[in-house]
């Protein structure tokens, strides 16, 4: 799910519709605001639901486990192993395709026709790195002491938060969590403020940043060899626009 759809925007309207209905529930609010990321995630592919889920559960047990050690050596140890637990997917999804074709490669060269290493083009879950290094954030935080192991739900709903799910920021525990269990008082919102920003955002995307991609980015990248010099550093200041 794109932000600048009608689907996003039907989407939007209903959450935040059930967000403002349940904010004087904390739990309630908590298991409706996953319940929403989860659907927006599985949006795109349903399946990948379980990546986000597993991530976020690697993350606590992690976090967990750091925790519950004395020793500094047991606790640097319980980090690195849920750090590297952490890491396993994002670097499956990204980076078997290109080692083991490269391992196949050169095992062929070296007379080894076959390693048995299927060779399959995995797609790249939508914001499997910044769910990743949040998760990592999460546990290497709560080793260092700049923020304490944080129940269940707010773990998965720190990972899963739809507004920053798939294009980031990475958010640090400790700027987010605590904000989970703020309620929001509606007399104190700048609603005139909020509306501007979001008017202003779309407008950034849908008509600076959509044109510039379809009518110089996407040519150019997509064939240089027929732009010259400077068609091609145009096209390389359009994208850092763009992004």
Do not use: C
């Amino acid at each position: 799910m794109l932000f600048p759809t009608v689907d996003f925007a039907v989407f939007f309207a209903l959450v935040f519709l059930g967000h403002w209905l349940l904010n004087p529930k904390p739990l309630p609010w908590k298991l409706f605001m996953i319940g929403a990321s989860y659907v927006f995630y599985a949006w795109w592919d349903v399946h990948f639901i379980w990546l986000l889920a597993g991530v976020s559960a690697i993350a606590q047990v992690g976090a967990i486990a750091v925790a519950r050690q004395t020793h500094e050596m047991r606790r640097r140890i319980a980090m690195v192993a849920g750090v590297t637990l952490a890491l396993l997917p994002l670097l499956y999804f990204k980076y078997y395709s290109f080692f083991s074709l490269n391992l196949t490669n050169a095992a062929a060269d070296l007379g080894f026709e076959n390693l048995g290493l299927p060779l399959v083009q995995l797609i790249l879950p939508v914001g499997i790195s910044f769910f990743t290094f949040m998760a990592i954030s999460y546990i290497v935080d709560v080793y260092r002491g700049h923020t304490h192991v944080a129940s269940w739900i707010d773990v998965f709903l720190y990972l899963s938060f739809f507004p920053h799910l798939v294009a980031g920021p990475i958010v640090r525990p400790d700027e987010l969590i605590p904000q989970i269990d703020v309620r929001r008082d509606p007399r104190h919102i700048d609603v005139a403020g909020a509306s501007w920003l979001i008017l202003g955002g779309l407008f950034k995307k849908v008509v600076v940043s959509s044109f510039l991609a379809a009518n110089v980015v996407d040519p150019v990248f997509g064939d240089p060899g027929s732009y010259s010099a400077l068609d091609a550093a145009f096209g390389i200041m359009a994208y850092a626009i763009v992004i």
